[in-house]
């Protein structure tokens, strides 16, 4: 019996020494709680450990499936490293360590959403005991760009219920974002019966997450200028980030109040003429139809412009807006006032034509009817010959007679004037303007066209004669303004004299143009031309031909020396004659002059180049003895 009791005593102490050695020989593990990755990157878990006890660690890495259970994926002792094969990690974990060095690193790479999962390190020692640490992995995913749409339609201020503001989405996040809405800056809360908003989440096939959110409120007039947004936040690793929609506003429908009436265009006076643009506006949304009245007349546009084209000073007056409200059936007017400038046509007086004669004077007045002030100013051929509105013309000539314009315009508008037209005729005998050449030369068998005109009042009648008595037929003859101009076209076939003949019921005037005839003939180193007229005696030089041979220089000097001879044997005979008075006209010299008789004669001198004499011819061309002049 007392044996028995001594070994039960000593198998005792053998188990609580075996106890307490146990107890002081510890596996300490320490891992992080969490550890956070985008999808796609590569992540490390890392387990410290000791042990206060002896002998060689075992060490395995676990995780916790999603029903609760541990599922091993790698296992390491002294003698092996085993990679557990057929788990989601088995091709994409690699261990970093051992027992020996205290640390083990657990990396994964190409990190999916499945892998949200609490990770386990687990340290066993033969006679240390065990231990173990456990770090949860969380997934990220920054979810697309949000979008928002808005209600396109307009929303009446007086819906009883709620109405949809617009929706906002964001799609593929993890984990699931959230969406709060914004009105001017202001969070927006579900409040009964005034703001609604709903949320629809979304798991997509890939895992990730879709968030739609829909604004629905109680819409007010001071809702049309408020702008609304969404804002989007979304965990990242590390922390939390926002992201913000565009902001959008609401088209908000109330009834109009009061009514603005304005003339649009044109900006400024109206004048007579123009095209009126008169809008009409509520201070509601949308517009009510207007209808607009004039004195008695009513307009219904098809919108809120009445257009009134030609404008007179008939459409003067109130021009009044209406529309009707429909909740209320109260009429809504507003109007506004048009006046129309005006300018009457231009009087002038005295009348449209005045007859002047010569030396006289006249006193002109142009005048228009206008609403505004007016400036007036006369022009003559397109030039400014006065201001004001009277014209003064003083000792009136011919240069005076012409078509005077008076325009009167209204300073304050542009383009707003008006004009009058004065005739001013002058009374007198004809009048011919001097040509710029009355002495002409052209070649025999060509066409001279000779140009007359006559200023006077009556019109004067023009024709024309020649120095052979011919009556010259007038190829044109046209009144202008103040005269008449006359062409006729004479054929060269000998020196000759024209008349143009202007007469009226005041006098008469008359124009003379001297034609010579040029005879081109060809000269030969042995003959010389010499060519004279019937009124003058000239010894013309020989005209060179055009293309002369060339000749030996003793012809050319026999040439010369020839022509020198004839020409001074020419000159002796007349000399000779006139010294016996064979040469008619030694009278003396006579210019061409205007008879102040009531006889029509016209004299006209020719003189010769080289003596005084002259040859007188009467109209008809007829020699008149000195006696007669």
């Known amino acids: ?10 198998v005792g102490l053998l188990v609580l020494f075996h106890t307490w050695g146990a107890a002081w020989a510890v596996v300490e593990v320490n891992m992080e709680d969490r550890v956070e990755a985008f999808r796609g990157d590569t992540v490390q878990i890392t387990c410290m450990f000791t042990s206060t006890g002896s002998g060689d660690l075992m060490a395995q890495w676990l995780y916790m499936t999603q029903l609760g259970l541990r599922q091993r994926i790698y296992y390491q002792d002294t003698t092996m490293n085993i990679m557990d094969q057929g788990t989601p990690f088995t091709d994409r974990i690699s261990v970093n360590g051992s027992g020996a060095t205290g640390e083990l690193v657990l990396t994964i790479t190409d990190v999916q959403l499945e892998d949200e999962l609490d990770f386990i390190c ?13 770090t949860q992995l969380r997934v990220f995913e920054t979810p697309e760009f949000p979008s928002i749409e808005q209600v396109h339609t307009g929303i009446w201020v007086g819906n009883e219920n709620p109405s949809k503001i617009g929706s906002c989405e964001a799609k593929n996040g993890f984990p699931r974002p959230n969406i709060t809405w914004y009105r001017d800056n202001t969070p927006m809360q579900n409040v009964p019966d005034e703001v609604t908003v709903l949320y629809q989440v979304t798991r997509e096939s890939s895992g990730l997450f879709s968030v739609k959110s829909e604004l629905s409120m109680k ?37 109009s109040t009061a009514i603005s009436v304005w003339v649009e ?15 009409c506006r509520g201070n509601g949304n949308p517009q009510p139809p207007f209808t607009f009245k004039h004195e008695e007349n009513e307009m219904t546009p098809d ?14 007056g109130l ?56 400036h007036a100013a006369w022009f003559k051929n397109g030039e400014e010959v006065s201001k004001g509105h009277t014209l003064t013309l003083k000792d009136a000539a011919f240069d005076t007679a012409g078509t005077y314009v ?15 037209v004065l005739r001013v005729l002058v009374q007198g005998p004809p009048e011919i303007s001097e040509p710029v050449n009355t002495a002409i030369e052209e070649n025999v068998e060509s066409t001279v066209n000779l140009s007359c005109h006559a200023r006077g009042f009556p019109t004067p009648s023009i024709t024309w004669s020649s120095s052979d008595g011919q009556v010259l037929k007038t190829v044109s003859h046209k009144e202008t303004e103040n005269g008449v101009h006359s062409v006729v076209s004479v054929k060269v076939t000998s020196d000759i004299n024209a008349f143009c003949n202007a007469s009226n019921d005041y006098g008469t005037d008359a124009m003379a143009f001297s034609i010579k005839a040029i005879t081109l003939t060809t000269t030969t180193p042995t003959t010389t031309t010499t060519t004279t007229t019937s009124t003058t005696v000239k010894a013309a030089t020989a005209i060179p031909p055009k293309k002369i041979k060339k000749e030996g220089s003793g012809v050319v000097v026999a040439v010369i020396i020839i022509c020198i001879l004839l020409l001074a044997i020419l000159g002796s005979v007349l000399y000779f004659l006139y ?24 004299v006209v001198e020719m003189k010769s180049d080289n003596t005084e004499e002259a040859v007188l011819l009467g109209v008809n061309g007829d020699k008149k003895p000195p006696s007669d002049q």
Do not use: W
């Open 219 to 255: 819409v007010m007039k001071e809702d049309k200028d408020a702008l609304f947004y969404c804002e989007v936040s979304y965990f990242v690793p590390g922390g939390i980030r926002m992201t913000e929609t565009n902001r959008i506003n609401i088209t908000v429908h109330y009834p």
């Open 122 to 134: 687990q340290i066993n020692g033969v006679t240390a005991g065990n231990g173990e640490g456990r």
């Open 303 to 316: 919108s809120n412009v009445l257009v009134l084209e030609n404008v007179t000073r008939l459409n003067n």
């Open 1 to 10: 019996m007392a044996v028995r009791d001594a070994a039960s005593l000593l």
């Open 579 to 602: 010294k016996k008075g064979k040469i008619c006209g030694r009278s003396g010299k006579q210019d061409l002059t205007k008879e102040k008789s009531n006889k029509d004669n016209i």
């Open 406 to 420: 008076c325009v009167v315009t209204v300073p304050e508008i542009e383009g707003m004037e008006t004009s009058g």
């Open 319 to 374: 021009y009044h807006c209406v529309t009707l409200d429909l909740d209320t059936y109260e009429e809504l007017m507003g109007n506004t006032s048009v006046f129309v400038n005006y300018l009457d046509a231009a009087v002038v007086m005295p009348g449209d034509t005045s007859v002047l004669s010569q030396g006289e004077g006249l006193n002109a007045t142009c005048n228009a009817l206008s609403s505004l002030s007016t």
């Open 265 to 279: 265009s044109p900006k400024g006076e109206i004048k007579e003429g123009d095209t009126v643009e008169i809008q």
